[in-house]
């Protein structure tokens, strides 16, 4: 399982440029004019991942197959979108269709860049899409209570859980705080994320930087951290101007262009980290001489249903799986060194998986 990100921001604050570095491709168009996506475009990723290359050099894999990762370019937005502003509607229903939000925000100063709002404040910038997401929320959760009258005076218990976590939506809303903060119990998980409400959608805020403070940072930057912190949001800091040229060179050149500019790690890799603890994601991988490949699955995740990103059958027929963890597979020189030492586990059902386990799953047809 990967994961759905969509890039959002106000108008020029470099979602496009961002997005055709992260997808090396120029299907997002980038200008210095509102609304140039009219689309929202959709790229894929290979999630960079050093372990795996270790485990296919290990076992002699024929192939590498990285887990992937989905960037949706979604259209700017601007002040009224939760009323049809601009391109408002279009934004918020391509909105509903991520796992989760990369806030892109100008942290740059640049005279020949025109900021949508005449000035460089990303906290205000947030604070904008924020707003707008909340309002939709509020105009779908007011919708859907009156349409849930007749079924709870019914005593229908579905409608009822329904009303019930409305209300706590609604109730935070209305008190300038996204969905998000309310506490959801575990048998409520399941009827919450049917809510689809927007601002119930893990964020990351991406401070856009020049690239002379790509490694440092700015004040932009510092209040942007500060702003996530309070709520419980990730942030990183990038320039979409260096992404957009790393995408252009060799492993090797990008890795020297990065040491020159004192970064240890491209930005796409700084965000998939955020991106998977903000969605609490893990990988295990299987190995072999036809290949070694990577899976992403999240915390928590049992056996049986790892085995189900992989196929379905292999989730309904599980019999086990043979379990082996990374670090043993490597200091142990693969699979037979690891059953030789007794490092190789059988587990069953109630199995959680860990992140970086070596799986070989055994199931019936």
């Given at each position: ?11 020029n604050?470099?979602?496009s ?10 299907a ?9 996506t ?6 894929e990723?290979a999630?960079?991942?050093d372990?795996?290359?270790t485990?296919a ?5 024929k192939?590498v ?6 960037f949706?370019d979604i259209?700017?937005l601007v ?29 740059f100063?640049?005279?020949?860049v025109t ?11 947030a604070?904008?899409?924020e ?7 509020l105009?779908?959760?007011e919708?859907?209570?009156q349409?849930l009258?007749?079924k ?8 009822v859980?329904?009303?019930r976590l409305?209300?706590?939506a ?8 996204p ?13 919450w ?9 893990p964020?990351?805020?991406v401070c856009n930087?020049?690239?002379?403070e790509?490694?440092?940072?700015n004040?932009h ?13 990730a ?5 979409a ?15 020297m262009?990065?040491e ?5 790690e491209?930005?796409l ?9 903000l ?7 299987t190995a072999?001489p036809?290949?070694a490949?990577?899976w ?12 189900g ?9 599980f ?7 990374y670090?043993?597979?490597?200091a ?7 059953k030789d030492?007794?490092k ?5 059902k109630?199995?959680v ?10 199931f019936?047809?």
């Amino acid at each position: 399982m990967g994961f759905k990100t969509g890039i959002v921001g106000l108008p020029n604050v470099g979602k496009s440029t961002l997005f055709n570095a992260l997808t090396r491709t120029a299907a997002a168009q980038a200008a210095n004019f509102p609304f140039c996506t009219i689309e929202p475009n959709v790229g894929e990723v290979a999630v960079p991942d050093d372990r795996l290359d270790t485990l296919a050099k290990i076992a002699g894999s024929k192939q590498v197959i990285p887990t992937r990762m989905t960037f949706v370019d979604i259209a700017g937005l601007v002040k009224g979108a939760s009323k049809g502003e601009g391109l408002g509607n279009q934004f918020l229903a391509n909105i509903r269709e991520v796992d989760a939000i990369a806030h892109v925000l100008r942290c740059f100063e640049d005279g020949d860049v025109t900021h949508v709002e005449g000035r460089v404040d990303p906290v205000a910038d947030a604070e904008t899409i924020e707003t707008e997401l909340m309002l939709a929320d509020l105009e779908s959760i007011e919708k859907r209570l009156q349409g849930l009258v007749r079924k709870v005076r019914g005593g229908d218990k579905e409608a009822v859980q329904q009303e019930r976590l409305l209300k706590a939506a609604q109730a935070v809303l209305e008190d300038g705080r996204p969905a998000r903060v309310v506490e959801v119990e575990d048998e409520d998980r399941r009827a919450w994320a049917n809510l689809q409400l927007l601002t119930t959608k893990p964020v990351l805020y991406v401070c856009n930087v020049d690239e002379s403070e790509a490694a440092t940072g700015n004040a932009h930057s510092d209040a942007v951290a500060k702003m996530a912190e309070e709520q419980g949001a990730a942030s990183v800091v990038i320039s979409a101007k260096i992404e957009e040229e790393i995408s252009q060179l060799e492993p090797d050149e990008a890795e020297m262009f990065l040491e020159e500019l004192g970064l240890k790690e491209a930005g796409l890799e700084r965000m998939i980290k955020a991106g998977h603890a903000l969605l609490h994601l893990q990988t295990y991988f299987t190995a072999g001489p036809k290949e070694a490949r990577a899976w992403t699955i999240r915390e928590g995740t049992k056996a049986p249903q790892a085995a189900g990103v992989i196929h379905g059958d292999f989730e309904r027929g599980f019999i086990r799986a043979e379990t082996i963890a990374y670090d043993d597979y490597v200091a142990l020189g693969g699979e037979q060194g690891a059953k030789d030492a007794g490092k190789m586990r059988a587990e069953g059902k109630g199995y959680v998986v860990k992140d970086g386990d070596v799986l070989h799953f055994l199931f019936n047809t």
